[in-house]
């Protein structure tokens, strides 16, 4: 009986983790689209310069990243690390796929895979420190 309700518990656990990854993402995919969609209505109707546009989407990226990961990670006191890097590793494939898509060209080159990497570390980075900060207030 003990062994059911400890399998039983694991089940929970896992479940509730997906759910926090997977909210995580949908908030940073969320933010990314309505922050993309802002700076693409101010450059059209201002004189930003076009090199702008590439800091602008990193930034874009990373602020997407750690408000998801701060909302995914609300609930959780441990494993930090794993969940930022799923989110943020999880988010830019579904990001690219999205704006690729909305783009018309799927381009697998460096930058997607540099891409890969900033959202991993990110996503890792801001999951050690969500978690952190929760033991610390506690």
């Given at each position: 009986m003990k062994l059911k309700a400890k399998k039983d518990t694991l089940k929970i656990a896992n479940h509730s983790y997906a759910i926090s990854v997977a909210k995580g993402v949908l908030v940073a995919v969320c933010i990314s689209l309505v922050?993309?969609?802002l700076f693409a209505f101010l450059l059209k109707f201002t004189n930003i310069p076009e090199s702008t546009i590439k800091p602008v989407n990193q930034v874009i990226?990373?602020?997407?990243?750690?408000i998801g990961v701060f909302i995914g990670l609300k609930k959780s006191k441990e494993?930090?690390?794993v969940s930022g890097l799923?989110?943020?590793l999880i988010y830019t494939i579904?990001?690219?796929l999205i704006f690729s898509c909305l783009?018309?060209?799927?381009?697998?080159?460096?930058t997607f895979l540099t891409d890969i990497l900033f959202g991993a570390v990110m996503g890792a980075i801001c999951g050690i420190i969500c978690?952190?900060?929760k033991k610390s207030t506690n």
């Open positions: 922050l993309v969609l990226k990373g602020l997407s990243i750690l494993l930090g690390l799923l989110i943020g579904v990001a690219f783009g018309g060209v799927f381009a697998f080159d460096l978690v952190n900060l």
